[in-house]
């Protein structure tokens, strides 16, 4: 049998000592690549996530709506009475009537073109009938005519169908004026509200009626409201109001016209920290 040298046994030995630091010193240099790969994954998941969360934060483009007109009933019998309208299904519901609610006409609202009216003369129901009012504010009814309803009220009205009638065909007629639909006097609000949209004046109506009515004003208003007019003439001018001073007395709160285009300012300071606050919150999920 052959006999191993002690020179050859301390080289082997020193070959298998050298073999093994070898081993170990790879072993760790991949085990500092494997926490680099995981380290970085982790960090591009925490990325994903806040980009998933911010985007899930956008605000959604406005969309202008009209909203529905309430209905109204006046105290001297002319009234203003919405019309019972379906509401669409909702997460498979079926759809369902609304009954309209009366409540107190404005006496001061003005009939005008497109609105859609209702008569009614008491104890005589032939005569009653819904007419839309044409674009030069006239109304058609049976024995009476072509009748002018632009620009009046609706007791205006109802007093002048009255005595049309009382002259030739009818003793102490009694006459009911319903608005089914409000659509002459209009006006878009629009900018930091709440809910953008066209709506109805019902009677006279002031510049914070109409953006209370839109919801208010958003976190990122400067408080400054602008309305855009248009003349006769047919150009158009914009008015600034200041709604702080409004809200506080300090300003007279004007009058908003029909087909007045009410613009509240936003801030571009409050709407940019509300960005970098949107998008940083995500990243707050996973601090320490």
């Known amino acids: 049998m052959a006999t191993v040298g002690k020179e050859d046994a301390g080289q082997m030995v020193g070959s298998a000592l050298n073999g093994f630091k070898s081993t170990v010193t790879n072993w760790r240099h991949a085990s500092v690549q494997v926490e680099r790969v995981f380290a970085g994954m982790t960090a591009l998941s925490v990325v994903f996530l ?28 002319v009234a203003v009475q919405a019309s019972t309208t379906p509401l669409a299904a909702v997460a498979g519901m079926p759809a369902i009537a609304v009954t309209p609610v009366s409540v107190e006409a404005p006496s001061d609202y003005l009939i005008g073109p497109q609105d859609l009216l209702k008569v009614e003369v008491f104890g005589v129901e032939n ?21 002018r309803a632009g620009g009046l009220t609706g ?12 002259k030739d065909y009818l003793q102490n007629p009694q006459v009911t004026i319903f608005i089914e639909e409000f659509t002459s006097q ?30 208010g004003t958003t976190s990122v208003a400067t408080g400054t409201a602008a309305v855009l007019r248009s003349e006769s003439d047919g150009t158009r001018k914009m008015l600034q109001y200041d709604l702080d001073a409004i809200r506080d007395g300090e300003a ?9 285009v009410v613009h509240v300012e936003t801030s571009g300071v409050k709407a940019t920290a509300k960005e970098i606050m949107e998008f940083i919150l995500p990243f707050s999920l996973f601090a320490p």
């Open 252 to 260: 007279p709160d004007p009058e908003v016209l029909g087909e007045d």
């Open 155 to 166: 007791e205006q009205l109802a007093s002048d169908i009255a005595a049309r009638l009382a």
């Open 127 to 147: 005569l009653n009938r819904s007419v839309r009012v044409n674009s030069r504010g006239q109304i058609s009814l049976p024995l009476v005519g072509l009748v």
């Open 186 to 215: 209009r006006a878009t609000v629009v900018g930091s509200v709440k809910n953008p949209g066209v709506y109805p004046l019902k009677g006279r109506t002031t510049l914070l009626q109409v953006v209370a009515g839109a919801g």
């Open 50 to 77: 806040g980009i998933a969360g911010c985007a899930a934060t956008l605000p959604v483009a406005d969309s202008v709506t009209t909203p529905v007109s309430m209905p109204a009933t006046s105290s001297n019998a």
